[in-house]
């Protein structure tokens, strides 16, 4: 007869702290801190980071079994409001039910500064504490520093007790402002192996690794117990005299470039039990469809089914279906500025209630195209702003947004229904990251999905003008523009209270510029392009009539800075979507003055065809042809390919800056 387990308890072999003790203790700030005014080593930093000490370790409960635990005390001296961002902090929690979720056990917050020769602390309370409810299974604890000052200090401290304990939080050793120290210690049990990923661009200063010995005593009913020792494995990763890390040019989320570890559990070896959990994208896929607020979802009784059938009817080619399907829902969902890959409650009370967010409207799209016979299926993807895919790691919850996909013969249409201005062939800017995952019932179309370079943006500058004998310029003008440059100029259009105040803000991006008269066409239809059209003068002078006169042919539309300006880089140059901009402009010369210099005709290209910019000029008789065109062919510019990048745009640069000159004969 077996003997009953009663009570399990976890001992310690010897007197060891698992947790280093902190260098830190809450409350307790260095007087000297106080009369910083900047940091040497970094004298624009808006903060410095005193230190910021994470501790992570699984531990066994006797009432939760194994848990993980996760402490984090958080030091920072603000030197001006450019710091106040390190103040903010979401603090996501899960909750699954009474046998897994996160709870946290222990919040402080506190700010502090000096009156006379007395610290003054002001405390966050519970009542600053907002929950923000992500989804059924997710909320985030949101709150701010009190009291932030410039010349403060301010630290953070909480404790996270977690059933979920084969998930490690990750951590980052980097941030925006320039920190001290950052030192993050991981104990796990020798049962557990963690698969790790080193993000960034910088190295650990130390590395510190540990084994202390432990041991669990079980205790039966009969009296008895049963001792099992095994070790803990502790490693301490510290960063000293970090970085701030800088934002570059036409750069994705910072997230991508910071100093950072993450964590995914390989596999458990306990004596009697070993388990691999090394994901597989055959099991992400498996898991999301017998999700209840994902796959299964998708299973039952699709919520528009008379909308759906009143489209087959109305809409026989399948291709118009699937738009007016994505227009159907676009236009009747609100949403709700919320990412998510799971629905909030479910699909029918999404479209019940006609708001959500992006999981809610697109997987509801997704629902929708297959009741109206349009073969779809969702594609889970990680935000721009939540950074990039690593490949080696297969980890669900890196994905933080869903959209659908329509597949109607051997064409394929990445959608999403949460922007009202956009049209079907554009996906917001957001989703624009590397690639998603599809996520099908079908297991040979599981696979990876680009979301980069499906359309090309263009910006066209047409203008046929008459240079005066005063050195002014007039003409008519139509600049079109397609895709996403159409859609930002929409937008700037649409923040305008009158189109008068944007003819305003349009002539104040161009020295001189004086508009007569301006029609704007195509402002909501991004299927077409958008046009300015426009008569306006160039008063680049007075009126007197000029023996030499000066003029630059692109009248500032070109590139006039570079905004590459780092010797080398070592991220890619991600501008999003490949572009093409081109100014032709046809000059009518005034009579009387002869062409005393001219800028020379050029090309220059970036290597493997990715680039190139084309600058043309040439007289004909009392005109001057000017034509530029500047074409990136691809999104994404590697780090090896910058150098060129760099002087393709140094070059540009050099050109637009050339000038025609005419002397007067």
């Not at 059924?136 to 953070?156: A, D, I, R």
């Not at 306990?270 to 796959?295: A, V």
Request: charged share 25%; aromatic share 12%; hydrophobic share 35%.
């Amino acid at each position: 007869m077996k003997k009953k387990l009663f009570a399990a308890a976890l001992v310690l072999c010897s007197v060891v702290v698992l947790a280093q003790k902190s260098s830190m203790k809450f409350g307790k700030i260095d007087p000297e801190y106080f009369s910083m005014k900047s940091y040497p080593a970094d004298s624009s930093a808006g903060a410095l980071i005193l230190g910021d000490i994470g501790d992570i370790s699984i531990t066994l409960n006797d009432a939760r079994g194994w848990c993980m635990e996760f402490h984090r005390h958080f030091r920072v001296k603000v030197f001006n409001s450019h710091g106040f961002d390190l103040a903010n902090f979401k603090i996501t929690t899960m909750d699954l039910g009474p046998t897994f979720k996160e709870q946290i056990t222990k919040l402080k917050a506190s700010s502090y500064m000096m009156e006379g020769s007395k610290m003054v602390e002001t405390s966050l309370t519970k009542d600053n504490v907002f929950i923000d409810e992500i989804s059924s299974k997710e909320k985030s604890n949101n709150f701010s520093v009190p009291n932030l000052k410039e010349g403060c200090v301010f630290e953070v401290e909480y404790h996270i007790i977690s059933d979920f304990y084969w998930i490690l939080p990750d951590w980052e050793f980097q941030y925006t402002e320039p920190a001290l120290f950052s030192e993050l210690t991981v104990t796990t049990p020798e049962y557990f192996f963690f698969k790790t990923l080193m993000k960034g661009y910088i190295s650990p200063t130390s590395t510190e690794s540990k084994t202390y010995n432990r041991s669990i005593i079980f205790r039966y009913n009969d009296g008895t117990s049963n001792s099992v020792v095994y070790a803990d494995n502790s490693k301490k990763f510290r960063f000293n005299d970090v970085p701030a890390f800088r934002e570059e040019p036409f750069m994705t989320s910072v997230n991508n470039y910071l100093a950072a570890i993450e964590f995914e559990l390989g596999s458990e070896n306990f004596p009697l039990k070993k388990r691999d959990y090394t994901m597989s994208w055959e099991k992400i896929s498996k898991e999301l469809l017998e999700d209840t607020d994902f796959g299964v979802q998708l299973k039952r009784s699709c919520p528009l089914k008379d909308e759906a059938a009143a489209l087959k009817i109305s809409k026989p080619d399948p291709k118009e279906r699937m738009i007016a399907a994505f227009e159907l829902i676009r236009n009747s969902m609100s949403y709700n500025d919320k990412y998510g890959k799971y629905v909030t409650k479910n699909l029918r009370s999404a479209w019940d209630e006609k708001k959500g967010k992006s999981s809610d409207i697109n997987l509801l799209l997704v629902s929708l195209l297959n009741e109206a016979g349009i073969e779809a299926d969702p594609v889970i993807l990680s935000t721009r702003e939540n950074g990039a895919l690593h490949p080696g790691q297969i980890i669900l919850g890196k994905f933080n947004y869903v959209i659908a996909e329509a597949r109607i013969g051997e064409e394929r249409f990445l959608l999403d229904a949460t922007d009202k201005k956009l049209p079907y062939t554009m996906l917001p800017e957001r989703c624009l990251n590397g690639k998603g995952r599809r996520i099908s019932q079908t297991p040979s179309l599981n696979d990876w999905v680009n979301l980069m370079g499906g359309v090309s943006n263009e910006r066209q500058l047409y203008a046929v003008t008459s240079l005066h004998a005063n050195g002014n310029v007039s003409g008519e003008f139509s600049l079109m523009e397609t895709a996403y440059y159409a859609h930002k100029r929409a937008e700037q259009i649409r923040a305008e209270n009158t189109t008068d105040d944007y003819i305003t803000k349009y002539e104040s991006d161009y020295s001189g510029l004086y508009i007569d008269e301006m029609t704007i066409e195509n402002t909501d239809d991004r299927l077409q392009p958008l046009y300015l059209k426009y008569k306006g003068t160039y008063n680049l002078s007075d009126e007197s009539i000029k023996d030499i006169i000066y003029m630059n042919p692109t009248l500032g539309a070109g590139l006039s800075s570079n905004p590459f300006t780092a010797e080398s880089r070592e991220y890619p140059v991600d501008f999003k979507n490949p572009f093409s901009q081109k100014i032709i402009n046809t000059i009518t010369l005034p009579e009387g003055y002869d062409i005393a210099e001219l800028p020379k005709s050029a090309v220059i290209s970036l290597p493997d065809q990715l680039g190139s910019f084309r600058y043309s000029i040439a007289v004909n008789g009392s005109m001057i042809q000017f034509m530029s065109v500047l074409a990136l062919r691809t999104a994404v510019i590697t780090s090896e390919n910058y150098p060129y990048l760099k002087e393709l745009y140094s070059h540009i640069v050099a050109k637009n800056s050339e000038l025609i000159v005419l002397k007067k004969r």
